[in-house]
């Protein structure tokens, strides 16, 4: 059993930033060892890949949009996946989720899409105003 619990989200004016955290409650996986990724989801629009960080070695992907404004993080010991958000822009509201693989060997370029990803939070909402 996997749960992932978002928070951080909130309402901010156009060049502001904001961090989310994910929490990982999963007793019987090693936190380190599997890919984390950040979706968001606009209104009227599908849920897009946004950031991820892979398990072992924890290489970082971006979308382009956010490339250099947005940085994935992890702590290893607070079981916590982060996503620092800076320069926002008002394309950037959205629902926000973070996802992870049941999969350890999901890595790489594989975590761009969604199917890869087995277990989700249940969102936290971001609202960038101008």
Known sequence: QVRLVESGGGSVQAGESLRLSCVADAPRRTFSSYAMGWFRQAPGKEREFVAAISGIGGGTYYEDSVEGRFTISR????????????????????????????????????????????????????????
């Open 75 to 130: 702590d290893v010991a607070k079981n916590t996946v982060y996503l620092e958000m800076n320069s926002l822009k008002v394309e950037d509201t959205g629902v926000y989720y973070c996802a992870s693989p049941a999969d350890s060997l999901v890595a790489g370029t594989r975590l761009f899409y969604r199917y890869e990803y087995d277990h989700w939070g249940q969102g936290t909402q971001v609202t960038v105003s101008s």
